[in-house]
């Protein structure tokens, strides 16, 4: 029987999913859904998955079978924390909560002005921001200007500075954000604003861990579902 909160994490699933999807299309990577999984037959960018499980019970030699294992570093996203992938030579990387708030829940206007990012220029200002002098900003390339069910989130200071953002991927039940980033007390009553203003009708998903869920959670979110991230380290 699917519960409710399994209900909301197979939405917020999905669109992280979506997501993975997107970034990897934009780099050139091939990837495909099936019922069960949602997984690329070669390696994904740097901080994405090379699978995401989709519902409860995913098939572990089914999902492994599908990505690639032999290049260094293959993981997979364990959406409900129910997979053992031990015996095909992964390690769990890190645990997080799914997080899901109600549309229509209100936030106060932020102090910061936002905007759509909307040309290459001002993706690569928010991509240098997003990454902090970490050297992977060239991850967020122009090609992301072209998919129309992602937006890219910027807030700006009084002089035009990035200071935090977020990235919005629209699908038809749900707004999942990610790659947030900047103070907390700042990024997230900004891209609420923001998500509110772009699509009031939906619920917004996402997934966060440590101090990123406390914020989250301080801002309307409520925590509805484990998640792990598998790593791969050895052949199976």
């Known amino acids: 029987m699917t519960t409710p909160q399994q209900l909301l994490v197979r939405?917020?699933?999905?669109?992280?999913?979506?997501?993975?999807?997107v970034?990897?299309?934009?780099?050139?990577?091939?990837?495909?859904?099936?019922?069960e999984t949602w997984a690329a037959a070669r390696r994904t960018p740097v901080y994405y998955p090379d699978a995401v499980t989709l519902r409860p019970g995913a098939?572990?030699?089914?999902?492994?079978?599908r990505i690639d294992t032999?290049?260094?570093?293959?993981?997979?996203?364990?959406?409900?924390?129910?997979l053992d992938l031990?015996?095909?030579?992964?390690?769990?990387?890190?645990?997080?909560?799914?997080?899901?708030?109600?549309a229509g829940g209100s936030v106060a206007a932020p102090d910061l002005a936002w905007e759509v990012v909307s040309d290459p220029d001002a993706l690569r200002d928010w991509a240098l921001a997003?990454?902090?002098?970490?050297?992977?900003?060239d991850l967020f390339g122009p090609?992301?200007?072209?998919?129309?069910?992602?937006?890219?989130?910027a807030g700006r200071s009084a002089d035009g500075r990035v200071v935090c953002g977020a990235v919005a991927?629209?699908?038809?039940?749900?707004v999942g954000v990610s790659n947030v980033f900047g103070p907390p007390d700042a990024a997230w009553p900004l891209v609420l604003h923001a998500v509110g203003q772009l699509f009031p009708a939906l619920p917004v998903v996402g997934y966060e861990q440590g101090a990123g869920l406390a914020a989250a959670l301080r801002y309307g979110f409520e925590a509805v579902g484990p998640l792990r991230v598998w790593v791969h380290e050895r052949s199976a």
Do not use: Q, Y
């Open 11 to 21: 939405d917020a699933a999905r669109d992280n999913a979506a997501w993975c999807a």
């Open 23 to 35: 970034m990897c299309r934009v780099h050139g990577v091939e990837s495909a859904f099936e019922e």
């Open 59 to 65: 098939d572990p030699i089914a999902l492994v079978a």
């Open 70 to 82: 032999v290049s260094p570093g293959a993981s997979v996203k364990d959406s409900f924390a129910d």
């Open 86 to 102: 031990t015996a095909a030579g992964f390690r769990v990387l890190f645990e997080a909560e799914w997080i899901h708030r109600a």
């Open 130 to 137: 997003w990454d902090d002098g970490g050297g992977n900003a």
């Open 143 to 153: 090609g992301l200007l072209d998919v129309p069910e992602t937006f890219v989130l």
């Open 169 to 174: 991927g629209r699908s038809s039940r749900v």
